[in-house]
């Protein structure tokens, strides 16, 4: 009888005095840690010396968060974490999950498709550019990124840390030959697309025997020399100043323009520059949908579940049969593939590209996306896409955070740091990524769930 | 295909070598069709590495490892194989493989040697299923049209894929594991992997099945279900089986034929029975010299 009473008081009962105490010493370690960096500051004066000034209020009203905030931690958050580690592990079939599992997919696609309606319906003609341009086709340009990105990462286990260079490729090989040769983008789209695969073997070649840490920093390094080369190639590239001018798709053979022959005039529409961008979304839709589909299928094709054999164990799968080198090959060239395809689809809707475009920091986003998402998982994809991209643009119109932090306060500014919380906050909460289970690719009697913790993530 | 009796392996004048380390020393031994023939030796005596000198894992420093599809007639061809400088012959009656001479996936995918490994290397956030669908991999390969057939899904993959499932539940049937096919392999208990290892290597539909101390970790009830898997593997399919094995119990009831290897020579080649008396096989399992054996015998009480 006598452990009984004493979990009951553990559950119920909160140590105050602990909590308090642990406050206060946090508030403490954060005042010793502020006061430099926080507490003062120099400041160049008028007649150029450098002064400093003291930050008092700031650095306390931090201070005094922090105390706050770990003193609702321990009495309020903690508790209830013990609470729902202690819970058994078992979850109740409950109907309501059961309807959102099935539903939930229809329903993303559903809204996928009517999106720019509602969008045209509720803010008008108007204010639709900015909605769908910024929100609808920069996410689904990070979606299909992110898939892509996935068949190397997530199926196959082969960190790419060089993503971004596949993007260039096909971005730069769309401006270049509608340029030079006036071909038309649904011709260049796949030859986008093959290109990049090309450089995806390319790719593959030299580092197929590396794995880990140097498989990355590799690839890191080959999206580097792609940017360095589309910079000082200048005869080609035109460098920095970038590619301008570049034609934009036309509907079938009909240019989305105020002429005559324009699309709004052929269908008796007022012009408006958002047709344009309906028709642009609608494509990188189907881009996207192409991409998941493709995906899919290879999944429950030989070379999918040669990909994630290779995932788990490179050398029983050369044990079986399977030429390792050319599963891995075909991994990057598929990825690429989608990458190119994506990058096209990027130098129409821009008209205009530069390295700027391509540097490091997209091929860490993608990975972040592919990473935070679950590897392998291309629901968790989409909406760490959503969320990271969606998130980020969100900030952009947050005017009433100015009210708060003054006038000079830009949100913008702060992204990568609110992307650095947000990604350390999920690591911590599921170190796997959203969606970390991994679903079988075919079965005998019922498709089960395969948990995380056995599935490898690769040697790279 | 081949008659039971008739050389399958001929592995002639293996040496294998690391820096200054003789792994393996001048190894000459056959495998015969049909038969469970069994290497066995004291730890580090070679054993794993002549395995993965026969599957390709380690090109071999020196010496001959011949494999024959088809008629026994084939070995006649061995010479001018070996002088031509070519991987395989292939003829109507058979086919000739110098399996020093190729990769790894393809000592599997051409030569049909399959093989386990000594610490379980399957595919564990893989089912049960698809563990065995990998192992059918270059099958269904062709049959997917190099996957541009199966993305655009013609029927015939499907069929393909569908006979591969049926193969594939023949054997999950086998091995006892038809309650947990749908299962990751990961969470079977180590006998079942075991078994599931046996039984994705008989996926690749080989003709010479190498298995690395299939017996090791397996309790005595496990381990003679295992001994009556492989005399099935053997009656049934009349598969021929490369057995490195510890458990003498296994060695001795299932094996047709026994070879001793000690610091990478040869010390015996025989029967079971014949290798069991052996004074060197004695000898160098209790780690003396020949002449003590009698005076250590004694004094554990053999």
């Not at chain 1, 910024?134 to 996935?150: A, D, E, P, S, T």
């Not at chain 2, 075991?194 to 101390?213: F, G, K, W, Y």
Request: net charge negative.
């Amino acid at each position: 009888m006598a452990p009984e009473p004493l979990t009951a008081t553990q559950d119920r009962g909160i140590d105050i005095i602990g909590a308090l105490r642990n406050a206060v010493l946090t508030g403490l370690l954060a005042f010793v840690l502020f006061l430099p960096l926080i507490g003062f500051q120099t400041v160049t004066n008028m007649r150029g010396d450098l002064v400093l000034n003291t930050r008092w209020g700031l650095l306390f009203s931090i201070v005094a968060v922090i105390v706050g905030a770990r003193f609702a931690y321990a009495v309020m958050l903690a508790p209830w974490l013990t609470r729902r580690k202690n819970r058994p592990l078992t979850l109740a079939p409950s109907p309501w999950r059961d309807f959102a599992g099935k539903w939930i997919v229809p329903f993303a696609i559903g809204f996928a498709i009517v999106y720019p309606f509602v969008v045209v319906g509720t803010v008008g003609f108007g204010g639709a550019v900015k909605w769908i341009d910024n929100f609808g086709i920069q996410i689904l340009i990070y979606v299909m990124l992110g898939w892509g990105l996935n068949i190397v990462v997530g199926l196959a286990g082969l960190l790419d840390l060089g993503y971004v260079a596949f993007y260039a490729v096909g971005a730069y090989s769309y401006a270049l030959l509608a340029k030079e040769f006036g071909l038309s983008f649904w011709i260049l789209l796949p030859l986008a697309g093959i290109l990049s695969s090309f450089w995806g073997i390319l790719l593959g070649f030299p580092v197929l025997r590396l794995r880990g840490d140097y498989l990355a920093i590799v690839t890191l390094a080959f999206g580097e020399i792609i940017r360095l080369v589309l910079i000082n190639w200048v005869d080609l590239t035109n460098g920095y100043a970038g590619i301008s001018g570049i034609p934009r798709p036309t509907f079938f053979g009909i240019p989305f323009n105020a002429n005559d022959d324009g699309f709004a005039a052929v269908f008796g529409l007022e012009f408006t520059p958002v047709y344009r961008t309906i028709f642009l979304y609608y494509l990188i839709l189907a881009l996207a949908f192409l991409t998941a589909f493709v995906t899919i299928r290879l999944r429950r094709l030989p070379v999918g579940r040669a990909w994630e054999a290779l995932r788990e164990d490179e050398i029983a799968c050369r044990s079986l049969g399977i030429n390792t080198t050319n599963t891995k090959l075909t991994a990057f060239a598929t990825g690429a593939m989608f990458a190119g395809f994506a990058g096209s689809f990027f130098a129409a809707r821009q008209g205009f590209i530069s390295p700027d475009s391509f540097t490091f920091l997209e091929s860490a986003s993608i990975v972040a996306i592919v990473v935070l998402g679950g590897m392998g998982s291309q629901i968790g994809v989409a909406v760490a896409a959503l969320v990271m991209v969606g998130g980020t643009e969100l900030m952009r119109d947050l005017d009433f955070l100015k009210a708060i932090f003054g006038p000079t306060f830009d949100p913008t500014q702060y992204r990568m740091l609110l992307f650095g919380f947000a990604m350390v906050l999920i690591m911590v909460w599921r170190p796997r990524g959203l969606i970390s289970t991994r679903e079988p690719t075919v079965f005998l009697k019922e498709r089960k769930t395969i948990s995380a913790d056995l599935v490898g993530q690769g040697h790279g | 295909m081949a008659n039971a009796g008739d050389i399958l392996l001929r592995v002639e004048h293996l040496t294998m070598r690391f820096g200054g380390l003789v792994a393996v020393d001048d190894l000459s031994f056959e495998a015969r069709a049909g038969e469970i023939t069994a290497l066995i030796g004291p730890n580090g005596a070679g054993k794993t590495t002549v395995f993965n000198c026969i599957t390709g894992f380690y090109k071999p420093t020196e010496g001959r490892l011949g494999l024959r599809h088809g008629d026994a007639g084939v070995w006649d061809a061995l010479e001018t194989l070996t002088d031509s400088g070519r991987r395989s012959v292939t003829r109507d009656d058979g086919a000739l493989f110098l399996l020093e001479r190729m990769p790894d996936f393809l000592v599997t995918q051409q030569a049909r040697v399959a093989r386990t490994f000594q610490n379980i290397r399957l595919f564990p956030g893989m089912t049960v299923l698809e563990n065995l669908l990998v192992a059918q991999h270059n099958r269904l390969m062709l049959a997917s049209g190099y996957t541009l057939l199966g993305v655009l899904g013609v029927p015939s993959y499907a069929a393909a894929e569908r006979a591969a499932i049926d193969q594939a539940r023949d054997w999950i049937a086998r091995v006892g594991l038809t309650e947990r096919a749908d299962d990751p392999a990961g969470d079977l208990p180590y006998g079942a992997q075991r078994r599931l290892e046996i039984a994705r290597a008989m996926c690749t539909n080989p003709v010479l099945l190498c298995l690395d101390e299939p017996a090791a970790g397996l309790n005595p009830r496990e381990s003679a279900e295992l001994n009556e898997l492989l005399l099935t593997i053997r009656n049934d399919y009349g598969m021929s089986i490369l057995l490195i094995e510890h458990d003498m119990s296994v060695v001795m009831e299932i094996s047709d034929h026994v070879i001793v290897l000690d610091y990478g020579v040869k010390i015996a080649d025989g029967k079971p029975d014949a290798v069991r008396n052996d004074d060197k096989v004695i000898a160098a399992y209790l780690g003396v010299a020949d002449d003590e054996v009698a005076e250590v015998e004694a004094e554990v009480g053999l």
